[in-house]
């Protein structure tokens, strides 16, 4: 497939110039046109933020919905059609912040989405104030002395909760963020990637340079099957870790839904039965 089935046209984008969320836009396209995912068998689901505007960009079925809620709309997407591969876009405040209840408790469900989060430290949309995973002593013109908490740590969060799938990638380098995404993608169950992402308007220190020089790649000795190994990785700070740290293969949300154990097809193509719908309703009165 052509990358450029993916383009919609006349898109007014609404990014910066130079923003790290160009990197990952054109990444996707490129690994959804490799995988020949075509736009009917996609869906992109978002919540707000810069990062959630991706799904405008790129052409294919769309659910733009509540800050820090796109989670619950992606599982029940792929609940009633698993035939559809699901991909939920949204940036480190929207999911690790607003939306932290839900992403926690996704891991636990493993549905059959991928978790693409758009780590630029701040939060970009509204200005640049602190994001959860903002560093300690990071000045904004909310936090005027710098922040003082701890940052939030997804990678870590999501192994320990044994998550199906956790990855981190750096835009700045697309070739490796293809790679990444096309494992996520292809892999049965949750899948997160978390991607470090420059915001060039309102986070002067975490930038494409800083990136650079303070990740590493984790070389092929790491084994992605040893939880143990992963979590130990996941907490390093003095240079932070790229690739993927872990792999949990593990029964899906949808492979545990009784509604799936005779019957694999989507809930849309069954027959209507009214009769038993009325018998179910009557039996609560």
Same mark, same amino acid.
């Given at each position: 497939?052509?990358?450029?089935?993916?383009?919609?046209?006349?898109?007014?984008?609404?990014?910066?110039? $130079?923003?790290?969320? @160009?990197?990952?836009?054109?990444?996707?396209?490129?690994?959804?046109?490799?995988?020949?995912?075509?736009?009917?068998?996609?869906?992109?689901?978002?919540? #707000?933020?810069?990062?959630?505007?991706?799904?405008?960009?790129?052409?294919?079925?769309?659910? *733009?919905?509540?800050?820090?809620?796109?989670?619950? %709309?992606?599982?029940?997407?792929?609940?009633?059609?698993?035939?559809?591969?699901?991909?939920?876009?949204?940036?480190?405040?929207?999911?690790?912040?607003?939306?932290? *209840?839900? @992403?926690?408790?996704?891991?636990?469900?493993?549905?059959?989405?991928?978790?693409?989060?758009?780590?630029?430290?701040?939060? $970009?949309?509204?200005? $640049?104030?602190?994001?959860?995973?903002?560093?300690?002593?990071?000045?904004?013109?909310?936090?005027?002395?710098?922040?003082?908490?701890?940052?939030?740590?997804?990678?870590? #969060?999501?192994?320990?909760?044994?998550?199906? +799938?956790?990855?981190?990638?750096?835009?700045?380098?697309?070739?490796? !963020?293809?790679?990444?995404?096309?494992?996520? #993608?292809?892999?049965?169950?949750? %899948?997160?990637?978390?991607? @470090?992402?420059?915001?060039?308007?309102?986070?002067?220190? *975490?930038?494409?340079?800083?990136?650079? *020089?303070? !990740?590493?790649?984790?070389?092929?000795?790491?084994?992605?099957?040893? /939880?143990?190994?992963?979590?130990?990785?996941?907490?390093?700070?003095?240079?932070?870790?790229?690739?993927? +740290?872990? #792999?949990?293969?593990? /029964?899906? +949300?949808?492979?545990?839904?009784?509604?799936?154990?005779?019957?694999?097809?989507?809930?849309?193509?069954?027959?209507?039965?009214?009769?038993?719908?009325?018998?179910?309703?009557?039996?609560?009165?």
């Amino acid at each position: 497939m052509d990358p450029k089935m993916f383009d919609v046209e006349g898109a007014d984008v609404a990014w910066c110039p $130079g923003c790290g969320d @160009f990197s990952i836009l054109r990444a996707l396209k490129e690994v959804l046109a490799e995988l020949e995912i075509s736009p009917q068998e996609l869906v992109l689901v978002s919540g #707000i933020g810069q990062a959630g505007k991706l799904p405008h960009y790129l052409k294919s079925n769309v659910f *733009n919905g509540l800050h820090g809620r796109s989670l619950p %709309a992606s599982t029940t997407i792929k609940a009633v059609n698993p035939e559809l591969t699901v991909i939920n876009v949204s940036g480190d405040g929207c999911t690790y912040g607003e939306g932290g *209840n839900h @992403f926690i408790h996704n891991i636990r469900r493993n549905p059959d989405i991928t978790n693409v989060v758009h780590n630029n430290m701040v939060y $970009g949309l509204t200005k $640049g104030q602190a994001s959860p995973t903002s560093q300690k002593e990071f000045k904004t013109p909310l936090q005027a002395e710098g922040v003082i908490s701890e940052p939030f740590n997804p990678l870590s #969060i999501a192994i320990a909760l044994d998550a199906s +799938f956790v990855a981190r990638a750096f835009s700045g380098d697309i070739s490796q !963020t293809k790679e990444i995404l096309k494992k996520a #993608i292809k892999h049965k169950g949750y %899948a997160l990637v978390d991607i @470090f992402q420059p915001c060039v308007t309102f986070n002067k220190v *975490n930038t494409f340079q800083w990136f650079k *020089n303070n !990740t590493y790649y984790l070389d092929e000795s790491h084994d992605p099957y040893d /939880r143990n190994q992963a979590f130990k990785r996941s907490v390093e700070t003095e240079k932070y870790p790229l690739g993927i +740290f872990y #792999i949990n293969p593990k /029964r899906t +949300f949808e492979e545990n839904l009784t509604v799936y154990s005779k019957d694999k097809s989507p809930m849309y193509k069954r027959e209507f039965h009214m009769p038993r719908l009325r018998e179910l309703m009557d039996s609560k009165k």
